[in-house]
């Protein structure tokens, strides 16, 4: 029987609210309570807060696209594979943030493993380095990016070497990496002049796609 792609179970496992996994029902799983940083761990400085149930980054430091050097980020307490990430985010305008996919703690989490751009330019041309992109990697299909301050949706999917990103409800991005398959999912706050937002940060690890 044809088995099913890596894109078209996701797809049909995220419609039945569920993903399959030997047969079982998994649930998505809060990565982010809504009131302190448990959970998270913070790299290098920079400043987070919990703001009325948002998850609050300001006052980013030491950034630079030198990829064996790491300015501040958080990331999570522990690592993941393969799994679906979804969450809201805002950013300021002329803010940069972004979000780590997979990353290591050493040397810098954008090349070890992957980072979604977020910045504010809406209505750009998508390019490797604007909102939406894994950075330096590949351009967005399409850059689906808000008016600053507006909340946009990610849902991020990693399956093995495939990442898939849907992107305020379009898919932006079905990518095969060729960098690491474990590591922390992680949230930058850049530099002094940029403040993101993030809330309903939510996971589902762990995924076993079925196929038929």
């Given at each position: 029987m044809k088995k099913f792609s890596f894109g078209m179970a996701l797809l049909i496992g995220l419609g039945a609210g569920c993903c399959c996994t030997s047969g079982n029902k998994q649930q998505a799983k809060s990565l982010f309570n809504g009131r302190d940083l448990a959970g998270w761990v913070m790299?290098?400085?920079?400043?987070?807060?919990?703001?009325?149930?948002?998850l609050v980054g300001r006052?980013?430091?030491d950034w630079s696209t030198n990829p064996e050097k790491?300015?501040?980020?958080?990331?999570?307490?522990?690592?993941?594979s393969d799994f679906i990430l979804e969450l809201d985010y805002a950013i300021n305008d002329r803010g940069?943030?972004?979000?780590?996919?997979?990353?290591?703690?050493?040397?810098?989490?954008?090349?070890?493993?992957?980072?979604?751009?977020?910045?504010?330019?809406?209505?750009?041309?998508?390019?490797?380095?604007?909102?939406?992109?894994?950075?330096?990697?590949?351009?967005?299909?399409?850059?689906?990016s808000k008016p600053a301050g507006e909340w946009n949706h990610?849902?991020?999917?990693?399956?093995?070497?495939?990442?898939?990103i849907f992107w305020n409800g379009e898919k932006t991005i079905d990518y095969e990496t060729d960098r690491l398959t474990t590591g922390y999912i992680g949230l930058q706050n850049h530099d002094a002049k940029?403040?993101?937002?993030?809330?309903?940060?939510?996971?589902t690890d762990d995924i076993r796609i079925m196929h038929l």
């Open positions: 790299m290098y400085g920079g400043e987070w807060s919990v703001q009325d149930g948002v006052n980013g430091k790491s300015g501040s980020w958080l990331r999570t307490e522990r690592q993941y940069n943030s972004g979000i780590f996919i997979r990353s290591a703690l050493e040397k810098n989490p954008a090349f070890t493993g992957h980072e979604m751009q977020i910045i504010a330019d809406n209505g750009r041309p998508p390019t490797k380095g604007s909102a939406g992109s894994l950075y330096d990697v590949i351009a967005a299909t399409k850059n689906m990610v849902r991020i999917a990693t399956h093995g070497r495939h990442i898939e940029s403040v993101v937002k993030f809330r309903n940060i939510r996971i």
